[in-house]
C-alpha cells in the first residue's frame, strides 16, 4: 500500500496498519474512511516540488 499519510507515533502507526488489513480484507473502503476526499498524483507532485529531498522511513506493526 502506498500513501501519503502522516504518521506521528507509534499509536498512528497501529491505526494505519489496522485501516490497512481492513481495507485488503473489503470490511471497509477509502470512500467510507475519507469521504469525498481526493488526492491526486497532481496533488503529491505539487506538494513535493518545493522540497529538495523526499526521505522513507519503514516501519514493522504486528496487528
Known sequence: MLTTIE???VDDL???AN???RLLKRETTLEQEFPG???SQKDWIA???DSDVIGVL???VNV
Request: avoid cysteine; glycine fraction near 6%; hydrophobic fraction near 35%.
Open 19 to 21: 485501516l490497512t488489513k
Open 37 to 39: 476526499y481526493i488526492y
Open 58 to 60: 519503514s516501519h514493522a
Open 14 to 16: 497501529h491505526k494505519l
Open 7 to 9: 504518521v506521528h507515533g
Open 47 to 49: 506538494e513535493f516540488q
